[in-house]
Structures are given as structure tokens and as C-alpha cells.
């Protein structure tokens, strides 16, 4: 793996480098980065599912994030999807974490208005820490009174999710950093409340064509927040990128009235 930004050169090892940013956590909230693995022309699927886009360097990027986080965030659509299980960290993850004050693996956290879970899956019955469950006030009683036997259940919201909400009560919690894996329409609304500190983007050296969707949907924000390119790095030709938010590139939205 070579870095080609900043200080370009060999990348011995990845853990290291990513465990080395800085995610200083907000007062009000945990510092949020978005993991995504996107296509040349923009899909994130392949057959409904990312996995196909994927490689080695892919692979060794998500474990490595998935190894800074104390939470790790995906929609439910995604959880579904993707087939989720519970956190798993390699030894040498986990010695690092140990390190820094961290649990031995990150918790997962789904984002759910429904409550439309298996909770028969290893993520509600093998985790090694409770699995969180996000949800508002309009979802099923009986159902939330389920989940709540097998998952710790969080609500904020009345009609639906108050992410803001959310997280400052995650930040309470001594959550200091979430990684998010999606789906789209969360990253969407993670994109409209303003929350995204930082988007870390695989490029897959593939052109797919066909109606596969975008990395994030949904409402267009107020202002289109700004980012900067942060890291580059490449393996078997995929793009490994990192952006952190920069508020001082904002540009107005445009007037669709």
C-alpha cells in the first residue's frame, strides 16, 4: 500500500496510520466519520450489496476504522443487507484499543424507525457488548418493549430519528468516536442535521453501469457542507481517501424555487 497524499511513500502499517488521525470528539456530540466504498461511476452496490466493490485494501480499511470507533452506526436497511454480526477485532486491534481506554471491540448501533429487526441474529445474541437500537417515540410499544429484552433501546425523536439528539446522548455516554456505514438514506440525513466530520471513500477501480444507488440520498441540506482532502492512499489500484469537514469551503445551495 503507498500513500500518494500527504508525504507520499509505503504504508507499513494501516492500523497504525489510521489509529494515528486526529478525531478530537465535540463537546455536544462524538466526532463521526462515514466509511464508504463507491465504484468509479458512483455505485455503492453490486447485486444490492457492497461486498463486490470490495477488495483487500477495502478489507484492511474497514477493520481499521471499525478499530478507532467506540460505536459503529449503520442504518437498519443496511443491517439487512449486509447481514450484520456482532464487532470483531483482531489481537493486535484490540491491544490498541486497550491502550487508548477503549472496550476491547466497538458496540453496534442500528438507526430504526420500524424496529424491522431480527432479533434472533448473532448481533442481538452473540455481541460482546449490548447492541443499540435507535429509535423514536411512534415506534410499536410492543416491539419496542422486544428489542429492549435483547439490545440496549435509545429514543429520541417524536415521528422519527433526532439524530442530533442521539448522538449528544451517545456523547454523555463517553462515546468519543462513531464510525457510520450507512445505508444512504442514513448518511443522507447524517449529511441534512449537519453531524459528518469526516467521509472516508474507497474508489473500486470498476464502472457497474445499471441503477445501483448513490453513497447518500434523500433531502439536500441547507448548506452543502465543505470538505478537504485529508489522506490518499492506493493498493491494487483502489483509492483509499480520507476527508475531514472544513467550514471555511461552504458554498451557498443552489435556489431550486
Request: negative net charge; contains cysteine; hydrophobic residues 45%.
Amino acid at each position: 500500500m503507498r500513500r500518494l497524499w500527504p508525504d507520499p511513500g509505503e504504508v507499513d502499517d494501516l492500523v497504525a496510520l489510521v489509529a494515528a488521525e486526529a478525531r478530537p470528539p465535540h463537546d455536544d456530540r462524538p466526532w463521526l466519520l462515514v466509511n464508504m466504498v463507491a465504484s468509479l461511476d458512483g455505485a455503492i452496490t453490486i447485486g444490492d450489496r457492497s461486498g463486490g466493490l470490495g477488495g483487500p485494501a477495502d478489507k484492511a480499511m474497514f477493520s481499521a476504522l471499525r478499530g478507532v470507533a467506540d460505536v459503529v452506526l449503520a442504518g437498519a436497511g443496511t443491517v439487512r443487507a449486509e447481514g450484520y454480526g456482532p464487532a470483531r477485532t483482531s489481537d493486535a486491534i484490540r491491544a490498541a484499543r486497550r491502550t487508548r481506554g477503549q472496550t476491547d471491540v466497538p458496540r453496534i448501533a442500528v438507526v430504526t424507525r420500524s424496529l424491522d429487526l431480527d432479533l434472533t441474529t448473532p448481533l442481538f445474541i452473540e455481541p460482546e457488548a449490548p447492541t443499540i437500537v435507535i429509535t423514536c417515540a411512534s415506534a410499536d410499544a410492543g416491539r419496542q418493549e422486544a428489542v429492549a429484552a435483547v439490545a440496549e433501546v435509545v429514543v429520541v425523536g417524536d415521528e422519527s430519528v433526532d439524530l442530533a439528539a442521539a448522538f449528544a446522548q451517545l456523547r454523555l455516554c463517553g462515546v468519543a468516536i462513531v464510525t457510520c456505514e450507512g445505508g444512504p438514506s442514513l448518511n443522507g440525513d447524517l449529511v441534512v442535521a449537519d453531524l459528518i466530520d469526516e467521509w472516508d471513500l474507497t474508489v473500486s477501480p470498476l464502472l457497474v453501469g445499471g441503477e445501483a444507488g448513490r453513497s447518500s440520498r434523500g433531502r439536500n441540506p441547507v448548506v452543502p457542507a465543505g470538505m478537504r482532502l485529508d489522506r490518499m492512499l492506493e493498493d491494487d489500484q483502489f483509492l483509499l481517501t480520507r476527508w475531514v469537514r472544513d467550514p471555511n469551503r461552504r458554498v451557498a445551495a443552489p435556489n431550486t424555487g
